[in-house]
């Protein structure tokens, strides 16, 4: 089982820029992928990026492909959800999560992956 402890939100203008941070613990062997969802107030958890632990399989979700980024930092154990040109539709809490490595729709949805981060609250000011 991994551990997720995720770091990093908060308010932020909107045109803005925000990082968030997971560091993993446990077994962060490279059989393990990790996600990025956010939920707003009333909505569905939603997903936004995926990677394997070993940087390969990188996918992010079309509403934010032009938007966000994430990357692994292996030798820290460490994911991250780069965000730029924030909008106040991205308010929301933000959730690490991470699963056995999978491929296809699976690894978009919530229930492909086993833990989750404590989740974070970006806010965007209009």
């Known amino acids: 089982q991994v551990q997720l402890v995720q770091s990093g939100g908060g308010l932020v203008q909107a045109g803005g820029s925000l990082t968030l941070s997971c560091a993993a613990s446990?077994?962060?062997?490279?059989?393990?992928?990790v996600a990025w969802f956010r939920q707003s107030q009333g909505a569905e958890r939603e997903f936004l990026a995926r990677?394997?632990?070993?940087?390969?399989?990188?996918f992010v979700a079309d509403h934010v492909k032009d938007r966000f980024t994430v990357s692994t930092d292996n030798a820290k154990a460490m994911v991250y959800l780069q965000m730029s040109s924030l909008k106040p539709e991205d308010t929301a809490v933000y959730y690490c999560?991470?699963?056995?490595?999978?491929?296809?729709?699976?690894?978009?949805?919530?229930?492909?992956?086993?833990?989750w981060g404590q989740g974070t609250l970006v806010t965007v000011s209009s």
């Open positions: 990677v394997n632990w070993d940087g390969s399989g990188t």
């Open positions: 999560a991470a699963g056995v490595r999978a491929v296809g729709q699976i690894t978009r949805v919530a229930r492909g992956y086993s833990s």
């Open positions: 446990g077994r962060t062997a490279s059989r393990y992928m």
